[in-house]
């Protein structure tokens, strides 16, 4: 199979504060990984595309200094949400691709609903 | 730029109907679209990919058909069922040299016992 996870699933956190959010290839490596964000009865939007060991390729319009993503390993990936705001609560999905290829399917996690107070 | 439309936003059938959700999509420069299942407060599960070189695909009850030159994808679920309740996601994968998946408006469906 092609497994990925995302903890935590929910987080509530005080405005100010930062939040970290894991994605896990569990039974591959993942060359590439992606991260959405979904807010309420929309369709999910891409922020960021990350390659390992190198730098997150930001969406227009994405604060790459707000929303920090590290592609350390090639089965972890990690989204920072800085100085959260309300605003910045929403449904973060991450997705995985085992390959650069153009043709590689992505698999998607289980989601992280944020809700910042 | 890409944009991946669904028809309809929202629709309800009762318990055994077949039924026909529609995706549309602006440039058929694509490399596959993929059909996505979302329950609420959940993440996706992916029902079918079509690659750009395929006509359709087939899992089930479910049937998904690919007319790439009209930017046109349909998703057919035969024999409904009220677990079928569901939003329903389309996906192309964009043309060019990204990786990038555009996400259609979604259709929720209800399947009323």
């Known amino acids: 199979g092609a497994v990925v996870s995302q903890h935590p699933s929910r987080v509530i956190c005080k405005s100010g504060t930062s939040v970290k959010i894991e994605c896990r290839s569990l039974?591959?490596?993942?060359?590439?990984m992606f991260w959405y964000r979904q807010f309420p009865k929309q369709s999910l939007m891409l922020m960021a595309t990350s390659n390992e060991g190198s730098k997150a390729t930001y969406e227009q319009g994405v604060e790459k200094d707000k929303f920090l993503i590290n592609h350390a390993s090639l089965t972890l990936s990690t989204l920072t949400v800085t100085s959260a705001h309300p605003e910045d609560s929403s449904f973060y999905i991450c997705?995985?691709?085992?390959?650069?290829?153009?043709?590689?399917?992505?698999?998607f996690g289980p989601g992280t609903r944020l809700t910042v107070l | 730029k890409q944009e991946v439309t669904q028809i309809p936003a929202a629709l309800s059938v009762p318990e055994g109907e077949n039924l026909v959700l529609n995706c549309s999509f602006t440039d058929s420069a694509i490399y596959n679209l993929q059909w996505f299942r979302q329950d609420p407060g959940k993440g996706l599960t992916s029902l079918l990919l079509i690659q750009s070189s395929q006509r359709e695909q087939t899992s089930g009850r479910l049937n998904a058909s690919l007319d790439k030159s009209s930017g046109r994808s349909t998703l057919y679920i035969a024999a409904s069922q009220p677990g079928d309740s569901a939003t329903y996601l389309c996906?192309?994968?964009?043309?060019?040299?990204?990786?990038?998946?555009?996400f259609g408006t979604g259709t929720l469906l209800a399947v009323q016992p």
């Open positions: 996906a192309v994968k964009d043309g060019g040299a990204t990786n990038k998946l555009i």
């Open positions: 039974d591959f490596q993942a060359t590439t």
């Open positions: 997705s995985a691709s085992k390959g650069g290829g153009l043709y590689n399917e992505q698999f």
